[in-house]
């Protein structure tokens, strides 16, 4: 089995032909995922992929979920944590940021998700009655 990198996945998925290095990595990365009989993508490469889709390329939710579901069903590519990917690709789809829903998918097992910083992303969970719940948990002590 062959692990793939992030650069491979996005060589293969993404035509850039303004840039002569990608012009010839295309088609390497192309060789590399048609013609290997088993290939491995793990989890972080998963996430790092969704964010230069997305930060870099410019790629919207539709096309990044687009991009997921074709890696997911490639019958020679396992993508660790498969179920929580495809999971997190459905939220994606639903409005929510890639990293938050496979955070959720994560944390399925557990009764909240507790986050400071995305009030956003709670709500959105609210709304499409997502569990676990994500809460942001306040402060039950008064200051002095």
């Keep these: 089995m062959i692990a793939l990198d992030t650069n491979i996945l996005a060589r293969f998925y993404v035509d850039d032909p303004g840039d002569p290095e990608a012009a010839k990595q295309r088609p390497v990365a192309y060789e590399v995922i048609a013609k290997s009989p088993s290939l491995f993508v793990p989890l972080t490469v998963t996430l790092e992929l969704e ?12 096309q990044v979920v687009q991009v997921m579901e074709h890696l997911l069903g490639l019958t020679n590519v396992n993508v660790e944590e498969a179920g929580r990917v495809a999971q997190a690709t459905h939220l994606l789809g639903q409005g929510m940021d890639f990293a938050d829903a496979l955070h959720l998918a994560a944390s399925g097992h ?11 992303f709670a709500r959105r969970t609210q709304r499409l009655e997502l569990v676990p719940k994500v809460l942001v948990p306040s402060s039950t002590s008064e200051s002095s």
């Design 51 to 62: 964010w230069v889709l997305r930060a870099f390329y410019r790629f919207d939710a539709a």
């Design 110 to 120: 557990c009764e909240a998700l507790y986050t400071f910083d995305d009030r956003r």
